[in-house]
């Protein structure tokens, strides 16, 4: 049984970071591709960076060069470093994988078979 379980999520003010973890059991970073994703209420989850088995990533254009997606191999983990976070950044953050894919990994949220509770985060002006 596949289990995502995110962390990390809080409040922060503009122009902060914060890191999001995401511990992974029964799966393997070697079976597919994994994801973050967010979702603001009201409004379709968006992907907003993903990485894949042979180490490519793929990021939403509104987060390339402020968000870095990576993984601990040793620990179970993914991470999603955010940097520079802007207000329209708040959002409940969620965690994805799916097994299988070739080439760049995915952003679209339907792509995905398995999901964490979600995290949230709050950017303040």
């Known amino acids: 049984q596949v289990q995502l379980v995110e962390s990390g999520g809080g409040s922060v003010q503009a122009g902060g970071s914060l890191r999001l973890s995401c511990v992974v059991a029964?799966?393997?970073?070697?079976?597919?591709?994994m994801g973050w994703f967010r979702q603001v209420l009201g409004k379709e989850r968006e992907g907003v960076a993903a990485f894949s088995t042979n180490a490519r990533t793929s990021y939403a254009d509104s987060v390339k060069g402020r968000f870095t997606i990576f993984k601990d191999n040793a620990k179970n983990t993914l991470y999603l470093q955010m940097n520079s976070l802007k207000p329209e950044d708040t959002a409940m953050y969620f965690c994805?994988?799916?097994?299988?894919?070739?080439?760049?990994?995915?952003?679209?949220?339907?792509?995905?078979?398995?999901w964490g509770q979600g995290t949230q985060v709050t950017v303040s002006s």
């Open positions: 994805a994988a799916r097994r299988g894919w070739i080439g760049s990994p995915p952003l679209g949220a339907y792509e995905y078979n398995y």
């Open positions: 029964g799966y393997t970073f070697s079976s597919g591709c």
